[in-house]
């Protein structure tokens, strides 16, 4: 991606044609043949891995099995198809004439920010369905220990609080550990 920005770059520079005016030079042979390569990976990039789309087995085909948004599943083609276009739109920068060129850079900023909203709406989907399938998805967070209804304080001083605590900790701490003691015990020096 660097080098084919960095192309795109000297190929503006130059002028967009070669210096003695007749069709194009080496810098935009380099421009094109590396956009080319750059939005072939990155379109295939977002749509097998990001997406996790194209699956060979997959309930719907092309997508994979596992979709959150089933009543839609339309959009999901439609969202390839365009990602995969929207990334080629280097292309609309090389015709000299016809719409100016302040115009075609706000259209490719409008495209890509289409391609970017798609691109996380179905990642975040991806890492939500990647989530569940690893379990790592859940509702409860588990505490190191455990909370009694008898220890519940209405009212007391905050060491009431904190001895309650300690002893809720170390009731947990004694079931996890019932062989270990809680203190060490004291050497007599005399």
């Known amino acids: 991606g660097i080098i084919y920005y960095f192309t795109y770059y000297l190929w503006r520079a130059q002028g967009r044609r070669t210096?003695?005016?007749?069709?194009?030079?080496?810098?935009?042979?380099?421009?094109?043949?590396?956009?080319?390569?750059?939005?072939?990976?990155?379109?295939?990039?977002?749509?097998?891995m990001d997406w996790s789309l194209?699956?060979?087995?997959?309930?719907?085909?092309?997508?994979?099995?596992?979709?959150?948004?089933?009543?839609?599943?339309?959009?999901?083609?439609?969202?390839?198809?365009s990602n995969i276009v929207i990334r080629f739109e280097f292309?609309?920068?090389?015709?000299?004439?016809?719409?100016?060129?302040?115009?075609?850079?706000?259209?490719?900023?409008?495209?890509?920010?289409?391609r970017r909203w798609q691109w996380n709406f179905y990642r975040l989907e991806n890492e939500h369905v990647g989530n569940m399938d690893q379990y790592r998805v859940t509702r409860e967070v588990?505490?190191?220990?455990?909370?009694?209804?008898?220890?519940?304080?209405d009212g007391g001083d905050e060491d009431d609080d904190l001895d309650a605590r300690l002893s809720i900790s170390s009731r947990s701490w004694r079931r996890?550990?019932?062989?270990t003691p809680l203190v060490e015990p004291v050497e007599d020096s005399h």
Not at 98 to 103: A, D, E, K, L, Q
Not at 142 to 153: E, G, I, K, N, R
Not at 176 to 179: H, I, L, S, V
């Open 91 to 114: 292309l609309m920068y090389i015709p000299e004439h016809g719409i100016n060129y302040v115009i075609r850079t706000f259209i490719a900023a409008m495209l890509e920010m289409l």
């Open 54 to 81: 194209m699956r060979r087995h997959a309930k719907y085909p092309l997508l994979r099995s596992d979709l959150i948004y089933t009543s839609y599943v339309p959009l999901y083609y439609f969202a390839i198809i």
């Open 142 to 153: 588990p505490l190191p220990y455990s909370f009694d209804a008898s220890h519940d304080s």
């Open 19 to 48: 210096p003695t005016g007749g069709g194009y030079g080496s810098r935009f042979v380099a421009w094109v043949i590396l956009g080319i390569c750059y939005a072939t990976y990155a379109a295939a990039w977002d749509i097998l």
């Open 176 to 179: 996890r550990n019932p062989r």
